[in-house]
C-alpha cells in the first residue's frame, strides 16, 4: 500500500507495524484478531479505528455464557406471548419481536461501522466456529421469518483475546493476527505525554523507572499495565509526591499491584 490510511489518534498511540496491519486487515476485508497482555490496548484499538476514521462503533462483549446466536439475534417468543394474551395488535408480525444482536445491527447498517468481538476466548471453545459461516459470508439466515440479512458495507472488524484459550485454526486462518507487544519505554512515554499535558520530566522518567523494575521481577502474578502506570501517575500527581522519593518509598503502590502477594514481593524486592 502506498499511504497508512490508520495513523492512531491523539489518545492512542499505535506501533508502525500494528498501523499497517490494521490496513492490510480493511484491504483485505478480514477480520483483525488481537491478541496481548492486559492492559496492552487491544480494546482501545478498535475505539481508536472509528474514531480515526469517523465511524460507529459497535461492541459486543463476549462473556463465558455467550452463544453465536446472541450477535445475530433473538425471537423473543414470551413477549409475543404476552401480547397475544392481551389482544395486542401485530401480534402476528413475528417481526416485530425480532431482535438482532451486535453482529445483527452491524450488519443491517448502511454505512461501514466498526464491530468489536471483545474478548471471544472467554467463550467456550465452539464458539469461534460457530461465527465462521457469518464472517465469511457476511450474512445470516432469520429462520422465523424467512430473512437473510446480508451486510451492504462489510464491517471493520475487530476482534480481541488474551490468550486464555487456543482459538480453532479454522477461525485464525480467516483472520489477519496481530500481537500487541507491551510498549517499550519510549512508546510508553508518548503514552503517557498523550494523557497529561507538560508533565515534569522528573516525575515521568522515576515513574516508569519504578514502573518497568517492578514489570521486571519473577514471580509477580500480575504485572501493572499501561492503564495502570497512568492512573499512579495520577495519583503520584494528586499526592504531590517528590519524584525523587518514588523509587525508595513507592507511595500508592496499591494504584500499580492488586495482589496482596505481589505487594509484599515488591517491598521484599526493594529492600
Same mark, same amino acid.
Request: hydrophobic share 40%.
Given at each position: 500500500?502506498?499511504?497508512?490510511?490508520?495513523?492512531?489518534t491523539?489518545d492512542?498511540i499505535?506501533?508502525?507495524?500494528?498501523?499497517k496491519?490494521?490496513?492490510?486487515?480493511?484491504?483485505?476485508?478480514? @477480520?483483525?484478531l488481537?491478541?496481548?497482555?492486559?492492559?496492552?490496548?487491544?480494546?482501545?484499538?478498535?475505539?481508536?479505528?472509528?474514531?480515526?476514521?469517523?465511524?460507529?462503533?459497535?461492541?459486543w462483549?463476549?462473556?463465558?455464557?455467550?452463544k453465536?446466536?446472541?450477535g445475530l439475534?433473538?425471537?423473543?417468543?414470551i413477549?409475543?406471548l404476552?401480547?397475544?394474551?392481551?389482544?395486542?395488535?401485530?401480534?402476528?408480525d413475528?417481526?416485530?419481536?425480532?431482535?438482532?444482536?451486535?453482529?445483527?445491527?452491524?450488519f443491517?447498517?448502511?454505512?461501514?461501522?466498526?464491530?468489536?468481538?471483545?474478548?471471544?476466548?472467554?467463550?467456550?471453545l465452539?464458539?469461534?466456529?460457530?461465527?465462521?459461516?457469518?464472517?465469511?459470508?457476511?450474512e445470516?439466515?432469520i429462520?422465523?421469518?424467512?430473512?437473510?440479512?446480508?451486510?451492504?458495507?462489510? @464491517?471493520?472488524?475487530?476482534i480481541?483475546?488474551?490468550?486464555?484459550?487456543?482459538l480453532?485454526d479454522a477461525?485464525?486462518?480467516?483472520?489477519?493476527?496481530?500481537?500487541?507487544?507491551?510498549?517499550?519505554?519510549?512508546q510508553?512515554?508518548?503514552?503517557?505525554?498523550?494523557?497529561?499535558?507538560n508533565?515534569?520530566d522528573?516525575?515521568?522518567?522515576?515513574?516508569?523507572?519504578?514502573?518497568?523494575?517492578?514489570?521486571?521481577?519473577?514471580?509477580?502474578?500480575?504485572? @501493572?499495565?499501561?492503564?495502570?502506570?497512568?492512573?499512579?501517575?495520577?495519583?503520584?500527581?494528586?499526592?504531590?509526591i517528590?519524584p525523587?522519593?518514588i523509587?525508595?518509598?513507592?507511595?500508592?503502590?496499591?494504584?500499580l499491584?492488586?495482589k496482596?502477594?505481589?505487594i509484599?514481593l515488591?517491598?521484599?524486592?526493594?529492600?
Open positions: 500500500m502506498s499511504k497508512t490510511t490508520f495513523k492512531g491523539n492512542y499505535a506501533s508502525d507495524e500494528l498501523m496491519t490494521v490496513d492490510v486487515a480493511i484491504a483485505l476485508e478480514k @477480520p483483525l488481537v491478541k496481548g497482555e492486559p492492559g496492552t490496548g487491544k480494546t482501545m484499538l478498535a475505539e481508536a479505528i472509528a474514531k480515526a476514521l469517523d465511524k460507529e462503533l459497535y461492541i462483549n463476549i462473556k463465558s455464557t455467550t453465536a446466536q446472541d439475534y433473538q425471537y423473543d417468543t413477549q409475543r404476552y401480547d397475544s394474551q392481551f389482544g395486542e395488535e401485530g401480534v402476528d413475528i417481526s416485530h419481536y425480532i431482535q438482532l444482536g451486535k453482529l445483527g445491527e452491524a443491517k447498517s448502511e454505512k461501514q461501522v466498526v464491530l468489536l468481538i471483545d474478548e471471544i476466548d472467554k467463550a467456550d465452539e464458539f469461534p466456529n460457530d461465527l465462521l459461516w457469518e464472517l465469511d459470508k457476511m445470516f439466515y429462520h422465523e421469518t424467512k430473512e437473510t440479512v446480508k451486510a451492504a458495507t462489510r @464491517p471493520i472488524v475487530i480481541t483475546s488474551n490468550a486464555e484459550k487456543e480453532p477461525f485464525l486462518r480467516r483472520c489477519i493476527f496481530h500481537y500487541i507487544s507491551f510498549p517499550e519505554a519510549d510508553m512515554a508518548a503514552i503517557v505525554h498523550a494523557h497529561f499535558e508533565l515534569e522528573n516525575l515521568l522518567k522515576q515513574a516508569m523507572d519504578t514502573f518497568y523494575w517492578i514489570r521486571s521481577i519473577r514471580n509477580l502474578r500480575k504485572k @501493572p499495565s499501561t492503564s495502570e502506570l497512568i492512573d499512579w501517575i495520577r495519583a503520584l500527581l494528586i499526592g504531590g517528590d525523587e522519593r523509587r525508595a518509598e513507592l507511595p500508592f503502590l496499591g494504584v499491584i492488586k496482596d502477594e505481589d509484599d515488591v517491598k521484599e524486592m526493594q529492600l
